[in-house]
C-alpha cells in the first residue's frame, strides 16, 4: 500500500505563516503594542483580569486589550496578578508585561505603630497605608473564631497588636494584618517571660492590661518600673488604682483633658469607680512596658503626678503627693498657654 503525502497548497501555508507571524509579533515583539513610556498600575484585591486589562488600556500601558487576553489564553497563569502598585516600564511585548505584573514581587510598605495606639488608631493608620478597609480591620481583629485560634479570650485584640515598624503587603486583608500583629506579640512574649509573669502571678491579659495602663501614663522608659511598681502597690495594698487612662478608655473618643465629673463615668474601666484591673487592656504597649511590669522598681511609692515638664513626681504618703500636686499646679500656673 503506497501511502500519500498531503501538503497545504501554497498560498493557505503562506497565509498561515503571515497570521502566525503577526500574531507572534504582537504577543512577543517588545513595544508592537505597549507604551514607549513608563506608565503605572494600581490593582486593588479582588480585581478581575479584565478589569485590569481596561485599566491598562486607559492608561496607556497596551494599546489593544486582545493581545493580552489572546496571550494569558494560552498561559493561564498569567491572569495571577497580585494586588499592588506596579511601575510599568517601557516597550515591554505583551507577554513580557503579563508575566512581569504575574511574577513581580509583593508590593510592600513599611508601617510604623507606635506604642500605645488603641486598635481604632491602630486600623486608622493601617487604612491610610495599605489599603485597607478601617472598619475591616475592626471586624477582623474582632473575630472570635480568629482570637480563639490564638488563646485570645476577649471580646477583641486590643492589648494583643505588638507596637513596631513593620514591612506589610500592600493590600494585606484586615485578617492578614490582625494576624501578623498578634504573631509579633507571641514572638516577643517567650516561655522566658511567661515564666516570669507566672511568679508575679500575672496572667496574659492582666499583664497586658497592667502593661497598657503603663503605656498610657508615660512615654519615658525610664519611669516606666517605677510607674508600674505604684500600680502594683495599689493592687496588694487593695487601693484602686484611679488611673486616668482608663478613665480616657471609658470616655471613647479623641483624648483630651479630664474633669472631676469625668471620674464618675459608669464604666467596668473606670478604675476611680472599680477596684483592681480594668478587664482589659486599654492600648497596645509595647516592650519596654510589659517588660516594667514584669520587672518593677523596688519602691512603697503609692502616689505620682505630671511634673509639667514630661516626667512625674512620685510619692509614698498623701501628704507628700499633696505637696507633689502643688508642685504642678504651680509650674502649670508659671507656663505660657499654647497658642498654636
Known amino acids: 500500500m503506497v501511502c500519500k503525502k498531503t501538503f497545504l497548497p501554497v498560498p493557505l501555508l503562506t497565509g498561515a505563516i503571515i497570521v502566525l507571524t503577526i500574531v507572534a509579533s504582537f504577543l512577543f515583539l517588545p513595544g508592537l503594542s505597549t507604551s514607549s513610556r513608563i506608565t503605572r498600575l494600581t490593582v ?38 497580585k494586588p499592588g502598585r506596579y511601575i510599568i516600564p ?3 511585548s505583551n507577554f513580557g508585561l503579563l508575566y512581569y505584573l504575574h511574577s513581580h514581587p509583593q508590593d510592600e510598605v513599611r508601617v510604623t505603630l507606635p506604642e500605645g495606639l488603641d486598635l481604632s488608631h491602630i486600623a486608622r493608620i493601617l487604612s491610610r497605608n495599605l489599603d485597607i478597609d478601617s472598619t475591616g480591620f475592626m ?12 488563646g485570645i479570650a ?13 514591612n506589610f503587603a500592600w493590600a494585606s486583608t484586615p485578617r492578614e494584618a490582625a494576624v501578623f500583629l498578634i504573631g ?37 522608659d525610664a519611669e516606666k518600673p517605677v510607674v508600674a511598681s505604684v500600680y502594683l502597690n495599689r493592687l496588694k495594698t487593695k487601693m484602686r488604682l484611679q488611673a486616668d487612662p482608663t478613665v480616657q478608655y471609658a470616655l471613647g473618643g479623641t ?10 463615668a459608669d464604666s467596668p474601666y473606670n478604675t ?22 514584669l520587672n518593677p522598681a523596688e519602691s512603697r511609692l ?36 499654647d497658642r498654636r
Not at 255 to 264: E, N, P, Q, W
Not at 307 to 329: D, V
Request: one cysteine or more; a positive charge.
Open 139 to 150: 471586624v477582623a481583629a474582632s473575630d472570635q473564631k480568629m482570637l480563639a485560634k490564638y
Open 90 to 92: 517601557p516597550g515591554m
Open 184 to 220: 509579633r506579640f507571641n514572638h516577643f512574649y517567650t516561655d522566658s517571660l511567661k515564666n516570669v509573669a507566672s511568679r508575679r502571678g500575672l496572667n496574659t491579659v492582666s499583664l497586658l492590661t497592667l502593661a497598657s495602663i503603663v503605656e498610657a501614663e508615660t512615654p519615658l
Open 44 to 81: 486593588h484585591r479582588g480585581t478581575g483580569f479584565r478589569t485590569i486589562l481596561g485599566e491598562l488600556h486607559r492608561n496607556g500601558t497596551i494599546t489593544e486589550t486582545w493581545p493580552s487576553l489572546l496571550t494569558a489564553s494560552l498561559v493561564p497563569k498569567l491572569h495571577s496578578i
Open 255 to 264: 483624648a483630651r483633658r479630664l474633669y472631676y465629673k469625668d471620674l464618675g
Open 302 to 337: 503609692l502616689y505620682f503626678v505630671a511634673t509639667g515638664k514630661g516626667g512625674h513626681y512620685f510619692a509614698e504618703s498623701l501628704a507628700e503627693h499633696t505637696a507633689n500636686i502643688k508642685k504642678y499646679r504651680q509650674v502649670r500656673r508659671n507656663t505660657p498657654p
Open 272 to 293: 476611680y469607680r472599680h477596684h483592681g484591673l480594668p478587664p482589659g487592656p486599654i492600648c497596645n504597649p509595647g516592650a519596654a512596658s510589659i517588660l516594667a511590669v
Open 154 to 166: 476577649a471580646t477583641n485584640a486590643e492589648g494583643y497588636l505588638f507596637p513596631g515598624t513593620y
